[in-house]
């Protein structure tokens, strides 16, 4: 969520705004569902010399349905919400949730924006180099939120062409905020200080935190669903295969355990089966 803040002289006077109202900001970031925008720091991923860095290419789909591998988030960087999302922060919320969609334009509650769910879903947490995902002046990893999505012409034949033309180069995550620490740039504020001071330096675009003077971390959120939009909040969240093949590595995927009310359901079942 982008909060709407009044007009500052200064960027002193808003840091100073921003923890005299920290508790309601919070309340207010955690009360509505985090969407993209359009107000981003970049609208594509270049080389020094100008040229798209990884376009993905088109193909003939081998029948009516194909998989995909998207990147829905990725952490570590400084987002056009001023947020930015930490390690782990998907981990209890990947446990829990079973009802994780990949939509269009974070339109989950429409049936014709629906492009994957259920069986034809899979989302888990994996950890990739920033190169690996076409932004190579950043150094390090980042774990990012993936989805690999089966596309069924039948079921959503717009995004099934989109994303078979290659044309799907953004993501964004429809979450809703858990855990979230204002940091700020400003030795004159005690704790909010030391939390920038704690976390700041794993901002990989941190030149952009610091023009601002403060940040949002996020450091546990519930995914309710991903989106293909044409320009997300967090830029660097591509397609990262448009006819994915493999199974995801089983080691890097987030093991969905039964709750308690499945496994006293299985237990009667079966009791009932030895009857």
Known sequence: MRLILPDFKNKR????FLVKNKERLIAQKKSATKWTDNNIYRTSILSKGGELIKENEAFIPDGDSFKVRVIINTTKLF???RDVHLNGLWKKSLKENKGIMHVRQHRSNDFEFIISDDEDLKAFTKMFTWDELG??????????LTFDSTVRRKRNEF??????NGWVKQHSVGMIYMK???GVNDDNFG????????????IVNLSDA??????WFVKEAKVIEGSAVPRGSNWITPTQDNNFKN???QSTQVEIEPSTEDTQKRKYFNSLLKN
Do not use: C, R
């Open 191 to 202: 704790a909010e200080f030391e939390a920038w001071e704690k976390y700041s330096p794993e």
């Open 210 to 215: 610091e023009d601002v003077g403060h940040a």
């Open 159 to 164: 995004m099934f062409d989109q994303y078979s």
């Open 135 to 144: 932004a190579p002046e950043f150094k390090g990893n980042t774990e990012a």
């Open 180 to 182: 979230l620490i204002l």
């Open 13 to 16: 006077d808003e840091i100073a």
């Open 247 to 249: 199974e995801p590595d």
């Open 79 to 81: 987002d056009s919400h």
